[in-house]
């Protein structure tokens, strides 16, 4: 069983930057793929960004340029460093792998 624990999330103002970490459980952290997810206030949560165990990253539209997926894996941890951030990227954020959830870090953006 995996078991992940984001923190990082905060309240900052818009054009801001935070970075969220995850840190997880399990030998084989190194060889999975590991993703972000938000969701946003009455909706649906959606997909933000996910990293293979090689590296390959993938973004959301409404991040690029703007998010940054990362791992380290002598760590066991991944981070997602959100910059400029906007008032409606006000979610919570979750972290994902192999069908766990983490329980969600909250992220507000002020206007």
């Known amino acids: 069983q995996v078991q992940l624990a984001e923190s990082g999330g905060d309240l900052v103002q818009a054009g801001g930057s935070l970075r969220l970490s995850c840190a997880a459980s399990?030998?084989?952290?190194?060889?999975?793929?590991m993703g972000w997810y938000r969701q946003l206030p009455g909706k649906q949560r959606e997909l933000v960004a996910t990293?293979?165990?090689?590296?390959?990253?993938y973004y959301a539209d409404f991040v690029k340029g703007r998010f940054t997926i990362s791992r380290d894996n002598s760590k066991n941890t991944v981070y997602l460093q959100m910059n400029s951030l906007k008032p409606e990227d006000t979610a919570v954020y979750y972290c994902w792998s192999m069908n766990y959830w983490g329980q969600g870090t909250q992220v507000t953006v002020s206007s």
């Open positions: 399990g030998r084989i952290f190194r060889l999975v793929t």
């Open positions: 990293i293979t165990s090689g590296g390959n990253t």
